[in-house]
């Protein structure tokens, strides 16, 4: 384990101890604040037109999900479960994007073997997941974010099971919208 590892996992232990609120941290860093604008980025997609910004989605609801590489067992089951539920995002004006440092090429071949019709976006050099976050290692973390249709980020989920994930986000993202 590397000494930057040792070092996060002691951090993150000190936080959960002590109960720090302010910045919230977590294994991959500092996390955005809550009800704040989340800051603007595009990374290269394997859909569409070969981009994707995040305002490209102003007026939706956006879950940005973090993972850490495609065709691992986790990851394999979360994007499932996302495209799953896929129709009950859309029906609530949602978009889902997924982000890791994998490039397009293996984004497409998961896509692909998957039957995913989400986008994935490819962080390779790990910027966005950093700002978010949610990078330890060179690797996305499996952290998710829902953001609302004016850019402000509403939620986070750190720790995240992937198996029952995506219904946690839903029943989350029900309760913001019935909020508002």
Not at 107 to 117: K, V, W
Request: aromatic share 8%.
């Amino acid at each position: 384990m590397s000494r930057r590892t040792v070092l996060s996992v002691i951090i993150a232990i000190a936080v959960t101890i002590c109960g720090w609120s302010s910045p919230v941290l977590a294994l991959g860093g500092p996390q955005l604040p809550l009800n704040e604008l989340v800051p603007n980025f595009t990374l290269p997609t394997n859909t569409g037109d070969g981009e994707i910004s995040l305002s490209d989605y102003r007026g939706q609801w956006v879950v940005l999900y973090f993972y850490p590489q495609d065709f691992t067992s986790g990851c394999t089951l979360e994007a499932r479960r996302f495209q799953q539920d896929l129709p009950k995002y859309q029906a609530q004006n949602t978009q889902i994007l997924g982000v890791s440092v994998d490039d397009v090429d293996s984004h497409r071949e998961f896509c692909d073997a998957e039957g995913l019709t989400f986008p994935l976006l490819a962080d390779t050099t790990g910027k966005v997941s950093k700002i978010y976050g949610s990078l330890l290692s060179g690797m996305s973390l499996r952290h998710t974010y829902i953001i609302d249709p004016n850019g402000i980020l509403k939620e986070r989920f750190l720790g995240v099971r992937p198996a029952i994930h995506s219904a946690e986000v839903l029943a989350r993202l029900d309760e913001l919208k019935d909020a508002v």
